[in-house]
């Protein structure tokens, strides 16, 4: 019997063959929520058609004995949509699943759940490709993040576990093994810092972890004028242990005590324009940057020899030999005076700031070449929680040094012609007379103006020095830098081959009684 075109008042408008629906048709349901139209075989749903429900939802695509199966399409009451394989009324097979957050599936399903390999991009544009189950990131599988780094590893009901490789932006790679999503087990941190960490993690963070920077050694050593020093350096957790970290950026710097004026005084008002930053020290005062280099950096006029060996601790290198013998030979006069030349004064005198040129005025003084400052020596890397600066020195002080040249200055005004000098600016007082106070700042700005053309010459002068180590690691890692270290030194005057007294200083023919 040929199909007819029939309308029934209960239901059904549509195409039969002998009294089933069959060809197209629209059947609304008994409970009026469901209403299909589309292909009909022997009175049940086969072939193209669409399912539509009251609240909005619809599924179109193919039906087979009046099941959905096969390729369609689903709208969702939340607003996803589904294009894929259905089987049995569920999604089945391969489709791509869109929500209305911007995130996006496209991969295998079961029974209505994300299962097997997938690609899932969130909202914020990460995207994740490998194995599903139950709907979550479960095995093997890649994920990128929104922030640009990579994590290509095993993943355990949605979190990173087992062993995996994370890649960051700045070229840090963490590989190893991960526990609920973080470091956890062994592995490797080569960080972007060029620091390289290996061994065990614990929750995000080394088992052992350094914390501070150890100078080992005395914390305060004696060093002649012109000679160099070198400091070993370990990386420590506060416990004290040693940590064997490899390839973080040590660097070593000095500074030297800085008096301030007294508030109110017209050398308050002058050290506002100073370009050196006082800061502070462990050692309860305030402290002023200072130059520093290495053997290395020197200049070949400094005839310079290195450290014959590789000792943690190398004090009294002498760094200019050819100068001390010329002073042992000139040292002593017919008049008997041990002082007439010395080591220090025979290489000041070549940089215009022998003591013959500084009992001159600024203006009746000839200026002399200034003496290249030597650069700073070059930051050290960590090997095995150790590194090793060599033959370190403190050279002369750099032009427009205005620390000096205030100090100088203020133990002027505190001493007089015959009274004691005093490293202590604190002595100059605001009810100073205004004579004294016009002379002082003529006084300072000429000096300033002829001492700032040049340094005062090769080596540091006689004084305490504090030696600083701190951790430059940059990018911090795991975003924090160690304590830093600190040590002082003490620069003394040479003294004569012959036991003559330091240079500067005469031997005194008076005994005490």
Not at 340 to 352: C, I, M, Y
Request: net charge negative.
């Amino acid at each position: 019997m040929a199909a007819q075109t029939v309308g029934t008042a209960d239901r059904y408008v549509g195409e039969t063959t002998r009294q089933l629906r069959d060809g197209f048709g629209v059947y609304k349901y008994p409970n009026s929520f469901f209403t299909y139209e589309g292909e009909w075989v022997k009175g049940k749903k086969h072939g193209h058609g669409k399912l539509l429900m009251k609240d909005g939802t619809y599924y179109e695509g193919e039906f087979f004995h009046g099941e959905i199966d096969g390729h369609g399409f689903r709208k969702f009451a939340n607003g996803n949509t589904y294009s894929g394989q259905f089987s049995k009324g569920e999604m089945n097979g391969h489709g791509v699943m869109t929500c209305p957050d911007g995130s996006r599936y496209e991969g295998e399903f079961d029974h209505n759940q994300r299962e097997g390999h997938g690609v899932l991009t969130d909202p914020d544009g990460g995207v994740y490709e490998g194995s599903f189950h139950k709907n979550k990131r479960h095995g093997p599988g890649s994920q990128t993040y929104s922030g640009g780094e990579r994590y290509e590893g095993d993943f355990v009901r949605d979190i990173r576990q087992g062993h995996g490789e994370l890649r960051y932006p700045d070229g840090t790679i963490y590989e190893g093994q991960w526990r609920n999503d973080m470091f956890n087990g062994e592995g490797t941190m080569i960080h972007a810092s060029g620091m390289v960490y290996e061994g065990m993690w614990i929750n995000g963070k080394p088992e052992v972890e350094a914390t501070k920077i150890v100078i080992i050694g005395e914390q305060s050593i004696d060093v002649t004028q012109g000679t160099a020093f070198s400091l070993q350096v370990e990386l420590r957790d506060d416990e004290d242990k040693v940590v064997s970290e490899n390839g973080r950026e040590i660097q070593v710097s000095a500074a030297v005590r800085y008096f301030a004026p007294t508030q109110g005084t017209t050398l308050f008002d002058l050290v506002e324009d100073m370009e050196e930053t006082p800061f502070s020290s462990p050692y309860g005062y305030e402290v002023v940057s200072y130059p520093l280099t290495d053997l290395d950096q020197l200049p070949p006029d400094y005839n310079v020899k290195p450290s014959p060996r590789p000792s943690f601790l190398i004090a009294e290198q002498t760094i200019h030999e050819a100068g001390s013998d010329a002073a042992s030979d000139v040292g002593h006069d017919e008049a008997g005076d041990p002082d007439a030349n010395t080591t220090l004064e025979a290489d000041n005198a070549s940089t215009g700031t022998s003591s013959q040129h500084r009992s001159r005025s600024p203006s009746d003084a000839p200026l002399p070449e200034e003496t290249p400052l030597p650069p700073p020596p070059n930051s050290c890397r960590s090997e095995a929680g150790g590194l090793f600066f060599k033959d370190l020195f403190l050279p002369g002080a750099p032009p427009m040094y205005r620390p000096f040249i205030l100090m100088d200055e203020m133990d002027k005004e505190k001493g007089g012609k015959g009274g004691k000098k005093s490293r202590n600016p604190s002595a100059i007082k605001p009810a100073e007379s205004a004579t004294s106070t016009q002379n002082l700042e003529v006084k300072l700005e000429s000096k300033l103006s002829t001492l700032g053309k040049h340094n005062e010459g090769k080596f540091a002068r006689p004084g305490d020095y504090v030696i600083m180590v701190h951790d430059v690691t940059t990018p911090q890692f795991l975003g924090r830098s160690l304590q830093p270290a600190f040590i002082t030194v003490k620069v003394t005057p040479p003294k004569h081959k012959g036991g003559g007294a330091a240079p500067g200083k005469k031997k005194s023919s008076h005994k005490h009684t």
